[in-house]
């Protein structure tokens, strides 16, 4: 029963911003860690940043100082503004959940596409 579909990606100019968003919806659990990770083709998944229910952040740090994630626990949605944003930033971004009751989970979005134009 458990989704996360993500929105808000695209193509911008370098230098441009772009907010994802990621909705959850369908657990009965309350979500401890929201994250987002980002893969190329041909390339490995690789984590962008991640949020606690607290709204303790956490970034690599190619993208430190640029993103910002943020969340609404009582939506149980997750955002990510990218600003400054780079050609190498581009990549399809997933948002995944992670549940207090570990058990159950971690679910994963379907991904959306981000292409920044150099």
């Known amino acids: 029963q458990v989704q996360l579909v993500e929105s808000g990606g695209g193509l911008v100019q370098a230098g441009g911003s772009l907010r994802l968003s990621c909705a959850e919806s369908g657990s009965i659990f309350t979500i401890n860690v929201m994250g987002w990770y980002r893969q190329a083709p041909g390339k490995q998944r690789e984590l962008v940043a991640t949020?606690?229910?607290?709204?303790?952040?956490n970034y690599a740090d190619s993208v430190k100082g640029r993103f910002t994630i943020s969340r609404d626990n009582a939506k149980n949605t997750v955002y990510l503004q990218m600003n400054s944003l780079k050609p190498e930033d581009t990549a399809v971004y997933y948002c995944n959940a992670e549940y207090y009751r570990h058990y159950y989970g971690p679910y994963w979005g379907q991904g959306t596409q981000v292409t920044v134009s150099s």
């Open positions: 949020i606690t229910s607290a709204g303790t952040t």
